[in-house]
C-alpha cells in the first residue's frame, strides 16, 4: 500500500472499463466488486501454478466483500484452453449454483484469462468478467482487446468471441513469483508497442534494462501502463479488427511461422514474436522503408532483455509456406505490417517474394 497506483481507461462506449495497476490490490477489487451489482456467487478460475499461492487469499478478498466464490484450478499450460476443459469448468458453475449476475474471475496468466473470459462469454449467455492478469504478457496483452477463446486440435483460438471485462486488477506483488523466462516472454509485446507506436517509449527501455529485469515496481508499472495505453487507443479505434488493430500483429506473421515450425515448444511466444520482429524489420529495410540502424539497435535491446533475436530449427521453405495459412491472412494475400521509423507503421499486401524469403533467411540461425 501507499505506492504509485496506475489506472487506464480502456474507451469502448458503453463496454468501457478500468485497468488497475498497483501492489496489494485487495481494497480496489472490494470496492469494485461492493459496487458491480453482482449476485453473491462467483467462479474463480486459476491453474495449477498460481492458484496455490494466490487462490486462497484472492477467495478472502472476495468474502469480505460478499462474495462466494468456487475456487476452480484447471492444469497449467495451454492445453487447458479447450472445449473439454470448458466443459468441467461449466459443470462446476452449474454445481456452484452460478446465476445470470455471477462474475467469473481469472486469475493466471493469458491462459486462464481467456478459458475464463470463453467461459464467461458463454455461460447462461454471458456474465460478468474481471480479469487478475498475474503474467507479464496477459497483463501487457491479452487482458486489453476483449478476445477470448479455446482452441481447437486443428488450430489455436479458433473458437472464440469478442467479451470485454468489467475490469482489470494488476497486482504486481502476485509477479515476484513469475519465472524470468515468462518475464521476458512478455517483454518482446512491450518493445512491439515501442516500435510500432512510441518512439520514445522504445528509448525509455532502452534505457531501464536493470529495473525491468529486476521488476522495479516503479518501471513495471510504467511499462505496463503505458503498453496498456497503446493496446486499448489501437483497440478502441478498431475493436472488432477491421483495419488499425492489424498493426498489432507487427512480427507475428514470421514469429507465427517459427511457432509453428518448432512445434510450439522451443520458443515461446515473446520469443517467437522476438525473432519475427527481427524479420519484419529486414523486409522494411529491404523495401527502401526503414533506415537501416534500426534493425541493430532493436537487436541490442531484444538481447539485454534476454529475448532471442535469431531462430533454430526452422527452414525458409517451411516458413514460407506458413505465412499463407496464418489466420490472419486473408484471400492469398500476406498483409505485411511494417515500420518507416520507430513509432510509424506501414501496412504491405504486395512484397515479392524474394524480399520475403531474404528476410526469413536473416532471422534465422546458421
Ligand atoms: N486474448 C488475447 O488477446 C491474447 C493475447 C495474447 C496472448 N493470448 C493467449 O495467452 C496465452 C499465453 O499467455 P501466458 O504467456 O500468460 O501463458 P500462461 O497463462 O500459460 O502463463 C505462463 C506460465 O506462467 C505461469 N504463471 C502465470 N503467472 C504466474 C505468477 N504470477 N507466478 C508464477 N507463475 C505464473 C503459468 O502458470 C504458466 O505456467 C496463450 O494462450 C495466448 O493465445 C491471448
Ligand atoms: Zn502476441
Known amino acids: 500500500m501507499g505506492e504509485i497506483q496506475r489506472k487506464v481507461r480502456v474507451e ?3 463496454d468501457s472499463y478500468d485497468i488497475v495497476i498497483g501492489r496489494n490490490l ?16 462467483a467462479l474463480l478460475l486459476t491453474d495449477s501454478n498460481v492458484g496455490p499461492v494466490y487462490g486462497e487469499k484472492v477467495v478472502s478478498w472476495l468474502a469480505e466483500a460478499g462474495l462466494v466464490a468456487a475456487l476452480v ?3 497449467a499450460g495451454e492445453s487447458s484452453k479447450s472445449l473439454s476443459v470448458a466443459e468441467t469448468v461449466y459443470t462446476e458453475c452449474i454445481k456452484a449454483g452460478l446465476d445470470r449476475k455471477s462474475p467469473v474471475f481469472a486469475l493466471g496468466g493469458g491462459v486462464v484469462g481467456d478459458l475464463a473470459g470463453f ?44 467479451y470485454q471485462p468489467k475490469a482489470v486488477f494488476m497486482d504486481l506483488e502476485m509477479m515476484e513469483t513469475l519465472p524470468a523466462r515468462e518475464i521476458s516472454t512478455g517483454l518482446g509485446e512491450v518493445v512491439k508497442y515501442g516500435l510500432i507506436y512510441d518512439a520514445d517509449f522504445f528509448a525509455y527501455l532502452e534505457s531501464h ?17 503505458r503498453s496498456c495505453e497503446i493496446k486499448a487507443a489501437v483497440v478502441s479505434e478498431d475493436e472488432k479488427e477491421a483495419g488499425l488493430r492489424r498493426i498489432l ?4 506473421t514470421i514469429g507465427h511461422a517459427i511457432e509453428k515450425e518448432t512445434g510450439y515448444a522451443r520458443y515461446n511466444h515473446g520469443e517467437a514474436v522476438a525473432v519475427g520482429m527481427v524479420g519484419a524489420l529486414k523486409l522494411s529495410i529491404e523495401l527502401g ?13 531484444l538481447r539485454a532483455l534476454k529475448l532471442p533475436v535469431r531462430a533454430e530449427g526452422c527452414t525458409v521453405d517451411d516458413m514460407y509456406e506458413d505465412i499463407f495459412h496464418d489466420k490472419k491472412t486473408v484471400g492469398g494475400r500476406v498483409a505485411w505490417v511494417l515500420i518507416s521509423a520507430i513509432g510509424q507503421t506501414v501496412c504491405r499486401s504486395d ?3 524474394s524480399a520475403v524469403r531474404e528476410a526469413m533467411a536473416y532471422c534465422l540461425a546458421d
Open 289 to 301: 522503408l526503414l533506415a537501416e540502424e534500426v534493425l541493430p539497435r532493436t537487436e541490442r535491446l
Open 26 to 41: 485487495r481494497q480496489e477489487v472490494q470496492d469494485f466488486v461492493r459496487g458491480a451489482g453482482f449476485s453473491n456467487k
Open 249 to 252: 500483429n507487427f512480427g507475428h
Open 73 to 75: 484450478t484447471v492444469p
Open 12 to 14: 469502448l462506449g458503453p
Open 119 to 162: 467461459i464467461a462469454a458463454t455461460y447462461m449467455r454471458g456474465v460478468p468478467f474481471v480479469q487478475l492478469p498475474t503474467s507479464l504478457l496477459a497483463q501487457v496483452d491479452s487482458s486489453v482487446g476483449g478476445k477470448v477463446a479455446v482452441n481447437h486440435a486443428l488450430g489455436k483460438n479458433l473458437i472464440g468471441a469478442f
Open 351 to 353: 512484397v515479392p517474394e
Open 209 to 225: 534494462i536493470e529495473e525491468i529485469l529486476s521488476l522495479k515496481h516503479e518501471c513495471l508499472s510504467h511499462i505496463i501502463a
